[in-house]
T-cell receptor, first 114, second 113 residues
Framework: AQKVTQAQTEISVVEKEDVTLDCVYE???????LFWYKQPPSGELVFLIR??????QNEISGRYSWNFQKSTSSFNFTITASQVVDSAVYFC???????????FGSGTQLTVLP | EAGVAQSPRYKIIEKRQSVAFWCNPI?????LYWYQQILGQGPKLLIQ????????DSQLPKDRFSAERLKGVDSTLKIQPAKLEDSAVYLC???????????FGPGTRLTVT
């Protein structure tokens, strides 16, 4: 069985602060994929990143960066110099199994204050 | 490129009534998913189609929920009869194949009174 844990239910930061969202996963599969999605107040889930289990290289995209550590089963997401527009619920998700079912964490509500 | 389309965006029904949701995936996407998202929770997969065949429907309450994907393109999700606990946002997503990232539609917010 797959499981994704996002222990931080809510985080509040002031604009321009850096913030890290934690994600810990469990799976018995040797090949799997990890994702981050953003859900702004409008409700539509927006794809941010996909990472496969064989690629532990960290990734940076503008103000966003991701740290994948297989040894600790973690896939953390950092926003540098946060902005008010970053306020949203962020979901970590795991895809594994023969049909690659996507299992979501419970989400972290990020609020960036001006 | 057009995204995933869903309709209606909102629906209010009374318990024991029936309701249907429609989804049109991104053109060329073979895999289609229906999720249920209850307020404050992450989306939960209800059913996954690969073309017009069902890959996984293990979490679909089959006594009241049904879904079909005609000709491997559009899909409908039906609830009959609805219960209060079915109040949620129903999300449709599609992907090129099940190994790729999923793209989500805007969702249908269902309220059962």
């Amino acid at each position: 069985a797959q499981k994704v844990t996002q222990a931080q239910t809510e985080i509040s930061v002031v604009e321009k602060e850096d913030v890290t969202l934690d994600c810990v996963y469990e799976t018995r599969d040797t090949t799997y994929y990890l994702f981050w999605y953003k859900q702004p107040p409008s409700g539509e889930l927006v794809f941010l990143i996909r990472r496969n289990s064989f690629d532990e290289q960290n990734e940076i995209s503008g103000r966003y960066s991701w740290n994948f550590q297989k040894s600790t089963s973690s896939f953390n997401f950092t926003i540098t110099a946060s902005q008010v527009v970053d306020s949203a619920v962020y979901f970590c998700a795991l895809s594994g199994g023969s049909a690659r079912q996507l299992t979501f964490g419970s989400g972290t509500q990020l609020t960036v204050l001006p | 490129e057009a995204g995933v389309a869903q309709s209606p965006r909102y629906k209010i029904i009374e318990k024991r009534q029936s309701v249907a949701f429609w989804c049109n995936p991104i053109s060329g996407h073979a895999t289609l998913y229906w999720y249920q998202q209850i307020l404050g929770q992450g989306p939960k997969l209800l059913i996954q189609f690969q073309n017009n065949g069902v890959v996984d429907d293990s979490q679909l309450p089959k006594d009241r929920f049904s879904a079909e994907r005609l000709k491997g393109v559009d899909s409908t999700l039906k609830i009959q009869p609805a219960k209060l606990e079915d109040s949620a946002v129903y999300l449709c997503a599609s992907s090129l194949d099940y190994t790729y990232e999923q793209y989500f539609g805007p969702g249908t917010r269902l309220t059962v009174t």
